[in-house]
Each structure stands twice: as structure tokens, then as C-alpha cells.
């Protein structure tokens, strides 16, 4: 049976689970906000983590009522087949494959074969750190790079301490790039708008305002909302994991740093990601989810 998308499908009469008969209001609620606000987006999260496992049926039941769909992305094979059995219970789950820097020991072959399925969206997390091994990060972020050209699909890169040569080296694929968690000076900022890279905020620059400086010197057009769930942030949001349930924490504060309100740059940052993702990405998802109920069980590893 389909059902409108923001209908529960455990309450066939338009109920909120656990409300008393006769009240309505979570039904009313829900397509209010979707007319407000569109769809949001959590443009890096890793929902695929172990982490998430125990809760991920709710996590996907509170993006299809606050309407957020997430770049899953994933950080080596074993990551990638369980974000792409998760994209299959779910169209609001958008599927990255990749081998993260700190992976890099394990080749990029594993997940190249994962990513020639045609329900993969992009590729990521993918880059190079100079906290973990070198060896084979280079080879492996290339080879990431070059499977995201041949696909025309978009890249999210990891570029701590590194983000010169990330520039330098992603320049030249002629890919869509997604500077995750950007924390680069301002004339790294202006190299990266001139090669006209996305850039993402999260949780830690709502937290630290100051953060949030180059957001206002970024083109509009090329800024992104993120949470890297489940990474954990202190401050206002008491050291708990994050996730897209953060999305409109982040987007409020992207929203007072570009001087915006609210659903104005919610609605941007849905343009922007969007465009990022490509033309598949360019209509609604489909009115009922594959499953919100039933997601895939989770393991570690495989
Ligand atoms: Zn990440």
C-alpha cells in the first residue's frame, strides 16, 4: 500500500505512535513542515557505522518526519557493502563508497567493485591525512578519484592537514569535490571556490562561531551541510554522537552566519546539494520509502 511519505506506516489513521486517539497534530505537523522547509540534507554522515546499528530503524523513521536525506559515506569495503544494503531499504539514504586515508593499507579494489553497482551516488570518504600510514593513501585516493570521473558522480574528501595536496591532486579529474569538515585558512578557501569545490559545515563550527568566518567569505553556492555522524561534539550538544538528527541545528547556524533565515538557507544548501549530487538527485525522492520499519541488520565488519 503507498502511503504518503511523512505517514508512518504504523499508524494507517494519520497518528503519532502512542498518542491518544483523536489527536492529529504530529500528522498536521509533518506536512507543514515539508511544505516549509523542503528537503534537508546531511551532505557526510556515516550511517553505516557499527555505532548506529542498534538505532538505525529510528534514525531512518526521524529523516523521513523531519524530511532529511544523508550522504552515507563509507570508509572500506567492508563499510561500503553495508551502506549500499542500507541504501536498498531506504531512498533516503544516499550511498558513498570508499576507502577512508586510514584504511588505505587494504587497496582500493574491494570497494571499486562495490562502487560499478548503479545504486551507488558518489564516492567518499576518500582523501589523504598524514596522522595515519602513507603508504597506498595517495594510490588509493587517486584510483577513488578516477572511478568517480568514469561514474559522473560526486566525491567527499577527507583533507585534514593535507588540504594543499588534496587540491592539488583532485584538480585535475574534472570531478564534483566535497571539502568535508572544511577547516582551511582563507586563501585555501578562495583556491577552493576558484576550482569551484564544495565546502562543508557541521556541529563543531556551530559550536566555535569562529569557524563559521569562512562560511561567509565562501560562495553560497558551493556551502554544504554535514554532521559526520556518529562522530561526537561538545559544547551545546553534551558530547552525544552525531547524526542527521543535527541537520537543522547545523543549517540554523549556517543560517545566522550567512546573514539568512532559516528555510531561506535550507533551502540553498538543498540547492547546493543537489547540484553536488547530480541529475538522479534532482527530483524528490519517491513518495514511500522502500522500508522505514525493516532496515538491514547491521554487523561490524565482514
Ligand atoms: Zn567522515
Known amino acids: 500500500m503507498d502511503l504518503p511519505h511523512d505517514q508512518p506506516r504504523d499508524a494507517p489513521d494519520g497518528r503519532m505512535p502512542g498518542r491518544m486517539p ?19 540534507y546531511d551532505s557526510h554522515v556515516h550511517l553505516s557505522d557499527p555505532e548506529f546499528a542498534p538505532v538505525i530503524g529510528g534514525m531512518l523513521r526521524c529523516m523521513s518526519r523531519t524530511r532529511v536525506m544523508s550522504c552515507c559515506v563509507s570508509t572500506d ?15 533516503l539514504v544516499i550511498p558513498f563508497v570508499g576507502v577512508h586515508p586510514d584504511s588505505a593499507a587494504e587497496g582500493p579494489d574491494g570497494a571499486l567493485e562495490i562502487a560499478a553497482d548503479p545504486l551507488v551516488a558518489g564516492i567518499g570518504e576518500v582523501g589523504l591525512d ?19 570521473a568514469r561514474l559522473d558522480v560526486p566525491v567527499s574528501v577527507h583533507s585534514r592537514n593535507s588540504l594543499d595536496e588534496v587540491l592539488d591532486v583532485a584538480a585535475s579529474y574534472g570531478v564534483r569535490v566535497l ?23 557541521g556541529p563543531a563550527s556551530v559550536r566555535a562561531a569562529g569557524r563559521m568566518s569562512t562560511a561567509r567569505r565562501a560562495d553560497p553556492g558551493l556551502i554544504l551541510a554535514e554532521t559526520d555522524g556518529p562522530v561526537r561534539f561538545r559544547g551545546c550538544f553534551g558530547g552525544r554522537p ?19 533565515g532559516f528555510a531561506d538557507a535550507a533551502a540553498l544548501l538543498g540547492r547546493n546539494t543537489r547540484r553536488y ?5 534532482n527530483t524528490p525522492p519517491p513518495a514511500t520509502p522502500r522500508s522505514e520499519q525493516d532496515p538491514p541488520a547491521l554487523g561490524r565488519g565482514a
Open 22 to 40: 483523536g489527536r492529529t497534530h504530529g500528522r498536521t505537523h509533518g506536512r507543514t513542515h515539508g511544505r516549509m522547509y523542503d528537503w534537508m
Open 77 to 91: 569495503a567492508a563499510s561500503s557493502a553495508r551502506t549500499l544494503a542500507l541504501a536498498r531499504s531506504s531512498p
Open 130 to 148: 598524514p596522522a595515519y600510514p602513507r603508504d597506498g593513501q595517495l594510490a588509493t585516493f587517486r584510483a577513488m578519484l578516477e572511478a568517480a
Open 179 to 201: 571539502l568535508h569538515w572544511f577547516d582551511g585558512s582563507r586563501r585555501q578557501l578562495a583556491r577552493a571556490m576558484e576550482l569551484g569545490m564544495y565546502v562543508s559545515y
Open 242 to 260: 552525531g547524526g542527521p538528527h543535527l541537520v537543522p541545528s547545523v543549517i540554523a547556524g549556517l543560517a545566522g552566519a550567512l546573514g539568512r
Open 277 to 281: 549530487l547530480g541529475a538522479r538527485y
